[in-house]
């Protein structure tokens, strides 16, 4: 009788965990992924890609509204929750099936139901049944983390019933300053809701470049969103339909939905971990991991949002293929987490990648800054007030190019690729040798020729 069932036991069917089974099976292992939801896990069912497809369809009422300027004449224009909620369960489904077709074609067998650590080697499903494993990945991701309770925290709703709301609300409470809050409050008000953000902080986007945080401000307030800064909410009423927020600073608003954003945890209760010796990080609650992915059980592996490292699909997917490379491909592949590009889908949108200017500055002894902000060619002929920001933080020693922030359209498909400059550490210099594509909102980056501030770090005394 063999001594394991599988060479690999994947806990969690998500993009992490599906890259890894794919990877692994391709190397010859014998796979086997357990999924209790649905296959594609957060980012593909109720994250990155219906959250996608939901500010694309909200950023229509921008269009129809700015084609005046360009001679359009558009019949008054009518939207319909219920059709988009259908077309994009539609295509959700569709990419389910794909997913599941892909792990199934690698040669991996999935298991629909939850399975929980038994021991290092062992994992027991909710149907009964023990696998014995060579080796366990767990990739279970995370989920929405309200908080500390609150009186009413049963009528608040999270980004996950976001996308299966039966209608869509005429007013809505978003509490939460961060990516998934401020996507939301930029789909919901340029779907037609009146939207009230309430964040803790002195101001949004937290751990952003300073510049962003407040051009993202400016533009999300002049579009009509409310932004609450300094408060919390203390309690929410329900009276009928219709809900009371009470905040910490004494005021009330009055909606038809409360919505909180306010972080995501790592899914890590109730899977056995303690039973199995798996260690917990102590500084982000996430499952504790070395630069390889392993546990604190040799036999055990972590991969995605459950380690709390870095919160993004493209990381997740990252370290579940240098996993199975490593373990299952005799390759040693370390994930090399400096320089991930990073993309708010607000409206407008962000897309940064490298040092803020104040960790720059924390790090380096002279900072140089170029920066700009101007009226994209598009707003002169529609007459929208707005304005794109791009700015470079470069190292005054090395001329090297530290990071680049943009707040615009496009900004994420701009930045996707000027990270590949950023990660082949190209210099100020490079950006000035490449010659600027015309007209685009991007070229510049490469045609800002003037240090607009300089840093210099005293030596101290």
């Not at 990739?139 to 709301?165: D, K, Q, R």
């Not at 300073?210 to 909410?233: N, P, Q, S």
Request: hydrophobic share 40%; aromatic share 6%; charged share 25%.
């Amino acid at each position: 009788m063999a001594e394991f069932d599988v060479d690999l036991f994947v806990i969690g069917g998500g993009s992490g965990g599906v890259r890894a089974a794919r990877i692994a099976a391709g190397y010859g292992a014998r796979v086997m992924v357990a999924e209790e939801y649905r296959m594609g896990g957060t980012c593909v069912i109720r994250g990155c890609v219906p959250k996608k497809l939901f500010v694309i369809g909200s950023h229509v009422r921008q269009e129809i509204a700015d084609a005046a300027g360009f001679g359009w004449t558009i019949p008054t224009a009518t939207f319909d929750w219920k059709t988009l909620i259908a077309n994009k369960d539609k295509e959700i489904a569709r990419l389910e099936a794909a997913y599941t077709a892909n792990v199934e074609k690698s040669g991996a067998r999935i298991v629909k139901t939850r399975a929980v650590l038994e021991d290092a080697h062992t994992v027991r499903l909710a149907t009964g049944e023990t696998i014995r494993a060579k080796y366990i990945l767990i990739a279970t991701g995370g989920a929405p983390n309200h908080g500390t309770p609150i009186p009413g925290i049963e009528h608040v709703i999270s980004s996950n019933e976001a996308f299966h709301l039966e209608e869509l609300p005429r007013r809505i409470v978003i509490q939460g300053g961060g990516y998934i809050a401020l996507e939301f409050a930029c789909i919901f008000a340029n779907f037609g809701s009146d939207v009230t953000v309430v964040y803790r902080g002195d101001n949004i986007l937290r751990g952003f470049d300073e510049d962003v945080r407040k051009h993202v401000r400016a533009e999300m307030e002049k579009e009509g969103i409310t932004i609450l800064t300094g408060c919390t909410v203390a309690s929410v009423d329900k009276h009928g339909e219709d809900y009371t927020t009470h905040l910490s600073n004494g005021s009330s608003i009055a909606s038809d939905k409360v919505m909180f954003a306010i972080g995501r945890h790592p899914a890590v209760a109730n899977l056995g971990l303690e039973k199995a010796g798996v260690a917990i990080n102590p500084r982000n609650g996430g499952i504790a991991v070395d630069a390889f992915s392993q546990s604190s059980v040799p036999s055990i592996y972590a991969i995605g949002d459950v380690t709390h490292r870095f919160n993004l699909t493209p990381v997740a997917i990252r370290e579940g293929h240098a996993f199975a490379d490593t373990v299952f491909g005799g390759k040693t592949v370390r994930v090399d987490h400096a320089d991930i590009p990073t993309a708010v889908f607000s409206q407008p949108e962000v897309g940064t990648v490298g040092l803020t200017e104040t960790q720059a500055r924390e790090l380096y002894d002279r900072v140089d800054i170029y920066k700009t902000s101007f009226r994209p060619i598009k707003a002169t002929m529609s007459g929208r007030d707005t304005r794109v920001l791009m700015k470079l933080v470069v190292d005054g020693a090395s001329d090297r190019v530290l990071g680049c922030h943009i707040v615009g359209d496009m900004a994420a498909e701009i930045t996707q690729a000027v990270a590949i400059a950023v990660k082949m550490k190209a210099t100020k210099a490079d950006f000035d040798a490449t010659v600027a594509l015309h007209p685009s909102a991007a070229e510049e980056l490469v045609t800002m020729r003037t240090v607009t501030e300089r840093h210099v770090r005293q030596a101290a005394e």
